[in-house]
Antibody
């Protein structure tokens, strides 16, 4: 079945880095755009970043531009989110999600279970 | 950025009720709108894409409509498993933005 499994979350001090990974299975990974979406405790959903099917295009929400980098390895069916200069306001559950299209227009149709990132001293 | 405003923010209803949730975009987004359902502690689940296309496996009591700036999600006859939080998402332009959510409870 179609599945996304995130890993890499944890507790980290402000200013430090963390790398999230998401392994996909059950669908043709190279055909799909991939997103990261986060949800702060008790809050709503916030889109973070997207990468196109071939990795040539990527976009970010303003609050993470210059600090986060999305990348993908199509040989390993994996998408990553490198998070640098972390701030307390980055504390959230981070979801990996697949787009119905090869980039972003159709929105997310499959979601992982999420991985928790806590930024605290 | 395109702002997505959902209404109501919360809603109390009963099994069997017909419920409508609306989402208004701050500028036209054609039909690049999706609806998601989220239950506590779980990942969101897609219900509707491109404003009115029902996702696979989603019961037909869910329907979506609208284009431009005004969209609706309708649940024709509420079932116990439908009590959850619902979000709209615009994917017309970056940054993609979600509505603030509508909590549906008894």
């Amino acid at each position: 079945q179609v599945q996304l499994v995130e890993s890499g979350g944890g507790v980290v001090q402000p200013g430090r880095s963390l790398r999230l990974s998401c392994v996909a299975s059950g669908f043709t990974f190279i055909h799909s755009g991939m997103h990261w979406v986060r949800q702060a405790p008790g809050k709503g959903l916030e889109w973070v970043a997207v990468i196109s099917y071939d990795g040539t295009q990527a976009k970010y929400v303003d609050s993470v531009k210059g600090r986060f980098t999305i990348s993908r390895d199509n040989s390993k069916n994996t998408v990553h989110l490198q998070m640098d200069s972390l701030r307390p306001e980055d504390t959230a559950v981070y979801y990996c999600a697949k787009d119905k299209s090869d980039y972003y227009h159709y929105g997310m149709d499959v979601w992982g279970q999420g991985t928790t990132v806590t930024v605290s001293s | 950025d395109i702002q997505m405003t959902q209404s109501p923010s919360s809603l109390s209803a009963s099994v069997g009720d017909r419920v409508t949730i609306t989402c208004r975009a701050s500028q036209a987004i054609r039909t690049w709108l999706a609806w998601y359902q989220q239950k506590p502690g779980k990942a969101p689940k897609v219900l509707i894409s491109i404003a009115s296309t029902l996702a696979g496996g989603v019961p037909s009591r869910f329907s979506g409509s609208g284009s431009g700036t005004d969209f609706t999600l309708t649940i024709s006859s509420l079932q116990p498993e439908d009590f959850a939080t619902y979000y709209c998402l615009q994917s017309d332009s970056f940054p993609l933005t979600f509505g603030q959510g509508t909590r549906l409870d008894i």
